[in-house]
């Protein structure tokens, strides 16, 4: 969801990552191995305390990864693959995708691109939970074949959380 996922991606981006999209790009893509159960509060390391505080309300929990998955078979769990067709299918109603300039929000209501949400907003701001809010774009962009431009964290399905986490 918008309102859990985009502040915390802001607060890593500004902070933890040091405003560099490949660091942030390669601890959320990269070096993981399936994918993510949960984004925690250890992406907000090095932000301010006010803001840690406004964004989390004082909680703290770590993020998870999709490590400890069984498959039916025993065979290794693989890299989850999200796209337009499969994400339906995986449960996940949002998309997130790092670009240079900020985090494109998909609304999976409205596939295809959605907009962008620059690196320099306020963490603190509300985002919106309501597909509505974040309609796709109908104009057509050109497409970024940058590394940087991938599929962010959150992008894996995620299992019942309390509402504070979402």
Do not use: C
């Given at each position: ?11 890593a981006?500004q ?16 070096d993981?191995?399936?994918?993510w ?17 406004a964004?989390?309300?004082?909680e703290h ?27 339906g ?22 596939t ?6 620059a690196?320099?907003t306020?963490?603190?701001t ?23 431009a ?10 019942p ?6």
């Amino acid at each position: 969801m918008p309102s859990h996922h985009l502040p915390l991606l802001l607060t890593a981006y500004q902070y933890k990552f040091g405003r560099d999209i490949e660091v942030m790009a390669q601890h959320l893509i990269d070096d993981i191995a399936v994918g993510w159960d949960e984004l925690g509060t250890d992406l907000l390391d090095g932000a301010p305390p006010t803001l840690v505080a406004a964004l989390t309300g004082g909680e703290h929990w770590p993020s998870r990864t999709l490590d400890h998955l069984i498959t039916p078979d025993g065979s290794p769990p693989v890299r989850m693959t999200v796209t337009a067709t499969t994400a339906g299918e995986l449960g996940m109603p949002w998309g997130y995708i790092l670009h240079p300039q900020g985090i494109e929000v998909i609304s999976m209501a409205h596939t295809g691109a959605g907009p962008l949400v620059a690196w320099d907003t306020d963490p603190s701001t509300p985002f919106s939970d309501h597909p509505a809010h974040w309609p796709a774009i109908t104009t057509r962009r050109t497409p970024n074949t940058s590394r940087t431009a991938r599929p962010a964290a959150g992008a894996a399905p995620t299992g019942p959380r309390t509402a504070a986490r979402r």
